[in-house]
C-alpha cells in the first residue's frame, strides 16, 4: 500500500461469441478478433492506477478515457494497476499483459518499493526490465513513466536515490516522463481519504489533469504515424 507523503475496453463486437481468458489476478485479456482493434493503452501500476477507495468511474485511468472520448479518439484504456503492487509484481504480470496488443504503456509503479526500503538499484532495473519487455513484444510502444517520491523519514540519501531512478530511466529510454504523479495531490488533505494516502474522487480529478499534460501529445504523435488509424 502506498503511505505517508508518497509523491508516486470493452472489445469491438465480434460476429460469434469470442472467449475472454482471466489473467492473473481476475485481468481480463481480450480476444483476438478478425477487425483491427483500437489502439490501446495499458496502465501498469498499483492503488492509484486501480482507484483504491474511489467508484471506478473516478479512478484516474478512467478519467483518462473519457478525455480521449471527448476528443473523438479512439484509444481504449486497460487499467491493469493492482494494490500493494511492486516493481517486481509488474515485471512477474507484464508478459501476461502483453498478450493483449498496447500501443502505450503508462508505467506507475515503483512508490511501494520505496516505502518497504527496496534497494532503488533493485526497483530502476525491475522497472527497465518492464521497458524493455515491452518494447520486446512491441517494438513501436510509447512509454510514460509515472514519477514517484517517498517519504523524508526513510532518510536523506535514500530519498534522493529513489527519486533519481526515475529521471535517469528517462535519460536511457525513449519514453515520456511525468517528473511527479501526484503533483498538487500529495500530501493536501482535502484531495485525499481519510487515510490521508489515496486520493479522493477530486484529487483523482487534478492526477488526471496531470497525466493528460504528458500523455496528450503521446497520443498525438501515435495517431500522427500509425498506419490506417484515424
Same mark, same amino acid.
Given at each position: 500500500m502506498l503511505c505517508g507523503v508518497l509523491m508516486v475496453s470493452a472489445c469491438r463486437q465480434? @460476429?460469434?461469441?469470442?472467449?475472454? =481468458?482471466?489473467?492473473?489476478h481476475g485481468n481480463s485479456i481480450q480476444p483476438t478478433l478478425? %477487425?483491427?482493434?483500437?489502439?490501446? #493503452?495499458l496502465f501498469l501500476g498499483n492503488s492509484l492506477s486501480a482507484g483504491l477507495g474511489v467508484q471506478p468511474e473516478d479512478a484516474f485511468p478512467a478519467r483518462i478515457q473519457n478525455k480521449i472520448k471527448? %476528443?473523438? !479518439? $479512439?484509444?481504449?484504456v486497460i487499467n491493469a494497476g493492482l494494490?500493494? $503492487?511492486?516493481?517486481?509484481?509488474?515485471?512477474?504480470? #507484464?508478459? !501476461?499483459?502483453?498478450?493483449?496488443h498496447i500501443d502505450v504503456l503508462v508505467l =506507475?509503479?515503483?512508490? *511501494?518499493d520505496g516505502l518497504?526500503? #527496496?534497494?532503488? %538499484?533493485?526497483? @530502476? +532495473? *525491475?522497472?527497465?526490465?518492464?521497458? $524493455?519487455?515491452? @518494447?520486446? @513484444?512491441?517494438p513501436?510502444? +510509447?512509454?510514460v513513466l509515472a514519477g514517484m517520491q517517498v517519504p523524508p523519514n526513510l532518510g536523506e540519501d535514500y530519498t534522493t536515490r529513489f527519486r533519481n531512478i526515475y529521471s535517469a530511466l528517462n535519460r536511457e529510454n525513449d519514453l515520456t516522463l511525468i517528473p511527479f504523479l501526484l503533483e498538487n495531490v500529495g500530501g493536501i488533505p482535502s484531495l485525499n481519504q481519510p487515510d490521508g494516502i489515496h486520493p479522493n474522487a477530486e484529487g483523482h480529478r487534478i492526477v488526471a489533469e496531470t497525466v493528460w499534460k504528458y500523455l496528450r501529445p503521446v497520443l498525438e504523435a501515435e495517431r500522427a504515424t500509425s498506419d490506417g488509424r484515424p
Open positions: 465480434g @460476429h460469434a461469441p469470442a472467449k475472454h =481468458e482471466s489473467g492473473p478478425k %477487425e483491427k482493434p483500437s489502439p490501446a #493503452i471527448a %476528443e473523438g !479518439w $479512439d484509444f481504449r494494490s500493494g $503492487d511492486t516493481s517486481a509484481g509488474g515485471l512477474r504480470r #507484464i508478459s !501476461w499483459m502483453l498478450r493483449q =506507475e509503479l515503483g512508490g *511501494n518497504r526500503g #527496496i534497494s532503488p %538499484e533493485v526497483t @530502476h +532495473r *525491475n522497472l527497465q526490465a518492464i521497458i $524493455d519487455t515491452t @518494447h520486446q @513484444h512491441y513501436k510502444v +510509447r512509454v
